[in-house]
C-alpha cells in the first residue's frame, strides 16, 4: 500500500511541476502583449475564437462542479442532474453567445469600454453607474473568488495526507498570481486554453474510469445497477437517481439550470470575452465551440456524480456531499496501477485547471473595477501606465485576499458568497441587455433595473431571516435564507429584466444624437 500511494505521489509531483512550468512560461511569453491596460485587460481586443471560447469555457466552470455540485446534485437528484450540464451549454453557453457577443462587442468598440462600469458610464452617460457598479464588482467578486478553492482539499489531502490542505490552496494562488500580473489577459486566455484541454482529458478520463468499474458495470449495465438502488435511508432510491426529469427534485433542478445559466449573462468576468474576441467570425465559431467544451464538461461532471451511489456502495462519505467525487474517484481508481495512477495525476491537474482559470477571470474583473474604474474617478491625470501597473498590484492583493478568504472561513465573508452570483448578475443582466439592444432604455431605467436587483436579494433575505428566526440565533436564521440564494438569484435576474424597460417608458429619453453614437456599426 505504501508502495502504491508513493508511485501516485511521485507522478503527481512531476505532473504539477510540468503543469507549473508551462503556466509561467506562458506567462513570460504574454507579458509583453500586455504593456497598454487594453492589452493587460483585453489582450489588444485580437483574441481568436479557439482561445476566446474555452476562456468562456473554462471560466464558466470551476471546481467547484466537479466536487461540489456534481458531487451533491448527482447523489441527491442522480441522471436528471445531467439537465444542468445541458442546460449550461445551450443557455449559458451557446443561447448567450448567439444573443450577445456580436452587439457587445460592437457597442464596447464603439465606446471604448474595456470592463463593464466602463460600459455602463458610457451607455448610459452617468458616471454615478459606473461607481456603484464597480463596488458591487469589488464588494461581491472578491470574496466569491474565495469558493474557487472548494474541494480541492479533498483529492490532494487522500494522496498527499501529510501535507495541510492550505498548501494546495498557496498552489493555486501563487501560479494563478505569477501568470496573471505577467501576462494580463492575453496570459489568461492561453493559460484557459491549455487548461480546457487538460479538463477535457480529464473529464473523459474520469467518465471511462468510473463507467468500468465494477459496481457500475459498463455502458451496458450502469442504468439497471442505478435502478437497483434500495433507499438507505436518506429517502432517495433507484427510481429517484434515474428519473429523466429529476423526480421529486424537478422544481429544484430548473431554479439550478436558471441561476447557472442565465447567471452568467450578467457576470462581468463572462461578459468580458466579448469585448476581447476579435472579430464576428471569430464569434460564430466561438458560439460553437464553446458550447462543445460546456456539454463536455457539465454533463460529464453530472454524469459522474450520478453514478457515486454505485461506486460508494449508496454510503455517503465522511465529509457529506462535497466528498462524494473525490470518495468515488479514489474508490474507483485506488489500485494504483500506472494507469490508474496517471489517470488521477490528470485529474488532480483538472482540478487545479478549473480553479485557476476561473480564479484569474474573477481577479482581473475585480482588479480593473478599482484601477480602470474608480481611482481614475478621484484622481485626475491618471496615466496609462500607472493603470497597468496598478492593476497588477492589485491582482496580487485580490489573489491573496482569496486565499486568506478561503482559509480563515470569516463568517461575513462566507455569507457574501452565497449571495456574490444573484447579485452581481442581478444587477447588471437588466441594464446590461437591455442596453445593448434598446434604444428607448434610459438612465433611470438603468438605474431601478441596478438597484431592484439588488434589493431583491436584499429584501428577501432579511424577510426569509425573520421568518426563520424560530430556528435559535440570527445567524442559524440567517444561513437558512442564505440557503435560498440560488431562488433570490434568479427573482433578482427577473426583476432586473422587467424593471428596465418599465422604468424606461415613463422617464426622459436620450437624445438622438448620442443614441447614433452608442448604436452606431463598426466593422
Not at 485529474?347 to 482559470?357: F, H, T, V, Y
Not at 422587467?498 to 448620442?514: E, G, H, L, R, Y
Request: glycine share 10%.
Amino acid at each position: 500500500m505504501e508502495n502504491n500511494l508513493a508511485q501516485t505521489q511521485s507522478v503527481t509531483v512531476v505532473a504539477l511541476a510540468i503543469f507549473a512550468l508551462l503556466m509561467v512560461i506562458i506567462g513570460i511569453v504574454s507579458a509583453r502583449k500586455a504593456k497598454t491596460i487594453d492589452g493587460f485587460l483585453l489582450g489588444g481586443r485580437n483574441i481568436g475564437a479557439w482561445v476566446s471560447a474555452f476562456a468562456y469555457g473554462t471560466s464558466y466552470f470551476s471546481a467547484v462542479i466537479f466536487v461540489g455540485y456534481a458531487g451533491q446534485h448527482g447523489w441527491n437528484i442522480g441522471l436528471g442532474s445531467i439537465w444542468i450540464g445541458v442546460g449550461n451549454a445551450v443557455l449559458g453557453c451557446f443561447l448567450a453567445w448567439q444573443l450577445l457577443a456580436k452587439r457587445t462587442r460592437t457597442m464596447t468598440h464603439n465606446l471604448s469600454s474595456k470592463t463593464m462600469p466602463e460600459f455602463f458610464e458610457s451607455r448610459y452617460d452617468s458616471s454615478a453607474i459606473k461607481i456603484f457598479s464597480a463596488i458591487i464588482i469589488f464588494v461581491f467578486l472578491v470574496p466569491y473568488s474565495a469558493a474557487v478553492y472548494k474541494g480541492l482539499g479533498s483529492m490532494f489531502t487522500a494522496i498527499f495526507p501529510n501535507v495541510s490542505t492550505n498548501v494546495w490552496m498557496l498552489v493555486i494562488a501563487v501560479l494563478t498570481a505569477v501568470y496573471l500580473a505577467l501576462g494580463g489577459y492575453v496570459a489568461t486566455a492561453y493559460t484557459d486554453f491549455v487548461q480546457g484541454i487538460i479538463m477535457i482529458v480529464g473529464v473523459f478520463a474520469m467518465v471511462i474510469a468510473i463507467v468500468n468499474n465494477g459496481a457500475v458495470g459498463g455502458f451496458g449495465s450502469f442504468m439497471e445497477n442505478l435502478r437497483n438502488i434500495p433507499d438507505n435511508g436518506d429517502g432517495i432510491t433507484g427510481a429517484q437517481i434515474t428519473s429523466f426529469f429529476g423526480g421529486s427534485s424537478f422544481k429544484f433542478l430548473c431554479v439550478n439550470i436558471m441561476l447557472t445559466s442565465f447567471g452568467t449573462w450578467g457576470l462581468p468576468q463572462m461578459v468580458s470575452k466579448y469585448y476581447a474576441i476579435k472579430d464576428i467570425k471569430s464569434i460564430k465559431q466561438a458560439k460553437y465551440i464553446s458550447t462543445a467544451f460546456a456539454l463536455v464538461i457539465g454533463c460529464g461532471a453530472y454524469f459522474i456524480g450520478s453514478l457515486s451511489r454505485l461506486v460508494l456502495n449508496n454510503k455517503l462519505p465522511e465529509g457529506g456531499v462535497d466528498s462524494v467525487i473525490p470518495a468515488t474517484l479514489l474508490t474507483a481508481l485506488g489500485d494504483a496501477n500506472i494507469v490508474t495512477t496517471i489517470i488521477l495525476a490528470v485529474i488532480l491537474i483538472l482540478l487545479l485547471s478549473a480553479s485557476m482559470s476561473t480564479l484569474s477571470s474573477i481577479v482581473l474583473s475585480s482588479s480593473s473595477a478599482i484601477s480602470v474604474d474608480l481611482i481614475p474617478m478621484v484622481k485626475k491625470n491618471y496615466k496609462e501606465e500607472n493603470q497597468v501597473t496598478i492593476t497588477r498590484v492589485l491582482c496580487l492583493v485580490f489573489v491573496g485576499l482569496s486565499y486568506i478568504f478561503a482559509t480563515t472561513n470569516i463568517t461575513i465573508i462566507v455569507n457574501i458568497m452565497s449571495f456574490s452570483w444573484g447579485i452581481v448578475s442581478g444587477c447588471f443582466i437588466g441594464p446590461y441587455i437591455w442596453g445593448i439592444y434598446s434604444k428607448k432604455v434610459t438612465k433611470a431605467g438603468a438605474w431601478a433595473g441596478m438597484l431592484c436587483g439588488f434589493f431583491t436579494v436584499v429584501i428577501a433575505t432579511i424577510i426569509l431571516t425573520c421568518i426563520n428566526m424560530d430556528a435559535g440565533s440570527v445567524g442559524e436564521a440567517f444561513k437558512l435564507a442564505a440557503a435560498k440564494a440560488p431562488e433570490m438569484g434568479c427573482g433578482a435576474m427577473v426583476v432586473s429584466l422587467i424593471v428596465v424597460p418599465v422604468v424606461s417608458a415613463f422617464t426622459s429619453k436620450f437624445d438622438d444624437k448620442f443614441i447614433k453614437k452608442v448604436f452606431k456599426e463598426s466593422n
